[in-house]
C-alpha cells in the first residue's frame, strides 16, 4: 500500500483521455460524483471505479482529491 504513496495517479488510468476528461470538468464544477474510470491494477488487472473528486487547495496547490467505489460486482 505504502508503494501508491509514490506514484502518480495518472499512470493507474487504462484511457489517459478519460483523466483529461475529469480534469475539464473538475476545472468547471470543481466537484464531480460518479465518473466512470477504468484503472489498472498492480498486476495490470482491470477495476472499474465511480469517483468522486474534487479540487482542493493544500500547501498553495490545487490539488484533486478523490474516492472510488468499485461497481463491477
Do not use: C
Not at 493507474?12 to 483523466?19: A, E, M, S
Amino acid at each position: 500500500m505504502e508503494e501508491l504513496l509514490t506514484k502518480n495517479m495518472e499512470d493507474f488510468y487504462l484511457d489517459p483521455f478519460v483523466r483529461d476528461e475529469l480534469v475539464v470538468l473538475l476545472k468547471e464544477e470543481k466537484e464531480v460524483n460518479n465518473f466512470e474510470v477504468v484503472i489498472l491494477g498492480k498486476e495490470g488487472e482491470r477495476h472499474y471505479l465511480w469517483l468522486h473528486a474534487k479540487i482542493e487547495e493544500q500547501d498553495g496547490q490545487q490539488k484533486i482529491i478523490s474516492v472510488g467505489r468499485d461497481v463491477a460486482n
